[in-house]
Nanobody
Framework: QVQLVESGGGVVQVGGSLRLSCAGSGWEHDRYCMGWFRQTPGKDRKGVANIDSDGTTNYARSVKGRFTISQDNAKNTLYLQMNSLKPEDTATYYC????????????????????WGQGTQVTVSS
């Protein structure tokens, strides 16, 4: 029932910035954990950042200090602000939602999320 649509990807030079958006609809539960993940061809999808219903945020060590996850409940939109981009940030980025409460130790693991967007491509060129 929940549908997620990412946007905002593109090509940016090393050191540049992008803001990804994820528009959600069809919500049927009171609590969700939201996350951003990324994947490159032939590799597993990995967690980048996540935010719980209480506003608690977590970041992968590779992006901590450079990326910021946030949400606008009025607009039903999740954001990922990406600064100081590096070539290794190149990937397809996905937003995801997990129903109810998701223990913090599980929030970087794709298999615990219930709904996924179609992905948006981010390419960081040097």
């Amino acid at each position: 029932q929940v549908q997620l649509v990412e946007s905002g990807g593109g090509v940016v030079q090393v050191g540049g910035s992008l803001r990804l958006s994820c528009a959600g609809s069809g919500w049927e539960h009171d609590r969700y954990c939201m996350g951003w993940f990324r994947q490159t061809p032939g590799k597993d999808r990995k967690g980048v950042a996540n935010i719980d219903s209480d506003g608690t945020t977590n970041y992968a060590r590779s992006v901590k200090g450079r990326f910021t996850i946030s949400q606008d409940n009025a607009k039903n939109t999740l954001y990922l602000q990406m600064n100081s981009l590096k070539p290794e940030d190149t990937a397809t980025y996905y937003c995801a939602a997990a129903r109810g409460h998701l223990w913090v130790g599980f929030r970087f693991l794709p298999r615990y999320y219930d709904y996924w967007g179609q992905g948006t491509q981010v390419t960081v060129s040097s």
